[in-house]
């Protein structure tokens, strides 16, 4: 760290300055100056917002860390003052953007906002500049203010001055969706490490799509971050996120991003997820024909008059079976579940050892029941989900036919995991 204190050496105040066309911050030998990293809609295919951040300089155009002038700044009891003056930088700037609508978003210091007269002092800025509220969005750190009733009222009074509010970095640490609840942000920022996780393991990675749902039903927009990959950014729009910012599409610079350049760039990522949907869809269709062609002559046998037992044998037989069980019409379930002969019990099956017995169970409200009285005669697959026999992944092919005893929904429970699908 550059030690900016010398004997006897009194450093001037912050002081706002130009560069040319942009505003800047001038402390002591540093240069601070804003760049913005643009936040895309897939949808919209364009920029709908930037993401304000410094950068700074000595007086030989080096680069400097900011963190490194702010924390010098803290040392001399000027951090308040240049980071008021850094938060003018920024609107300054922006609104001197050959922009449309587009947000400033604005990540902000807990301090800051439980400064009573923060939002006055913001106002009057927006009011200088020509810029409404409604075009910044203040990210509030997901860890800021405790549960105080105070730093809520603070939040809700920024809203009702017009601003959006973010919550940012969802998922890190202690997050809880609680917080969502109390806070009612407008947006909500998943951390970077919930991407990192997801992208390294793939229990995670279908998980995430939930998550976002959740926020969704919540009222909140969803805005992922910290996006450096095409495998990054397929994650995050097949999670159905509404946002998305990373360097994998730009990073943060002195100047709005060129609409032709996003709008390729979003095509071009929609295009590479069709894709990977496809070819999943296809390898998920190739592996799980076998246990659907099974279904099927084990349907046709049981129509034709054979016992359940006898009918779904070849079914059993095959490798990730888990097991087969018929439903009645109301989707009550007739007898017990069917599992293969000599097939090893799992550690986690008798661990869960309670729910292996299902007769009598009613499964009148799952997809693979409700799918098939919809469509007898067609087979029907689920979607992976929790099985609650053993509390582990499965898919489930179901199909629905008139036999002796009326309709039957007849059922086979494929282990999801083992096959790696």
Not at 406 to 415: A, E, R, S, T, Y
């Amino acid at each position: 760290m550059i030690d900016l204190d010398p004997p006897g050496f009194h450093p001037p105040r912050p002081v706002a300055g130009d560069a040319g066309t942009r505003h800047t911050v001038v402390y002591g030998s540093y240069t601070v100056f804003s760049v913005f990293q643009p936040v895309f809609s897939v949808s919209h295919r364009r920029a709908i917002g930037y993401h304000a951040s410094l950068r700074a300089h000595d007086e030989d155009e080096r680069h400097v860390p900011s963190h490194e002038v702010f924390t010098q700044a803290a040392r001399r009891g000027d951090l308040l003052e240049l980071g008021r003056l850094a938060e003018s930088l920024h609107l300054g700037n922006f609104s001197a953007f050959d922009s449309n609508d587009e947000w400033l978003f604005l990540s902000l210091h807990p301090a800051a906002l439980m400064d009573t007269s923060y939002g006055d002092a913001m106002l009057a800025g927006l009011k200088a500049l020509g810029l409404p509220p409604q075009r910044v969005v203040l990210e509030v750190p997901e860890q800021a203010g405790g549960e105080t009733g105070r730093f809520a009222e603070i939040v809700d009074s920024l809203r009702k001055s017009g601003f959006l509010i973010a919550l940012g970095g969802f998922g890190a640490k202690h997050s809880n969706i609680d917080r969502v609840w109390h806070l009612r942000p407008d947006i909500v920022t998943l951390d970077r490490v919930i991407l990192a996780q997801a992208s390294e393991h793939s229990h995670i990675e279908r998980v995430l799509p939930g998550l976002v749902s959740l926020l969704h039903e919540s009222g909140q927009l969803v805005l992922m971050g910290g996006l450096s990959t095409e495998r990054e950014a397929l994650i995050a729009l097949e999670c159905n996120v509404d946002f998305m910012q990373g360097a994998y599409f730009a990073g943060p610079s002195t100047k709005p991003v060129d609409p032709r350049i996003a709008a390729s760039a979003m095509d071009a990522l929609s295009a590479a997820l069709r894709e990977r949907v496809s070819a999943r869809e296809r390898l998920q269709a190739e592996r799980l024909a076998p246990y659907v062609a099974a279904l099927e002559q084990a349907c046709a046998r049981l129509v034709a008059g054979e016992m359940l037992e006898a009918a779904t044998q070849p079914l059993l037989a095959l490798p990730e079976t888990a097991r087969t069980f018929l439903l009645d019409a109301q989707g009550r379930q007739i007898g017990d579940n069917l599992v293969p002969l000599g097939r090893r019990i799992s550690r986690r099956a008798k661990r869960f050892s309670p729910l292996l017995h299902s007769e009598g169970a009613s499964w009148e409200r799952r997809p693979y029941f409700t799918a098939a009285v919809r469509s007898p005669g067609h087979a029907h697959l689920t979607a992976p989900y929790l099985s609650i026999n053993e509390a582990h992944l499965c898919v489930t092919a179901s199909i629905a036919a008139q036999t002796a005893k009326g309709l039957q929904v007849l059922c086979v429970d494929i282990n999801w995991e083992a096959t790696g699908l």
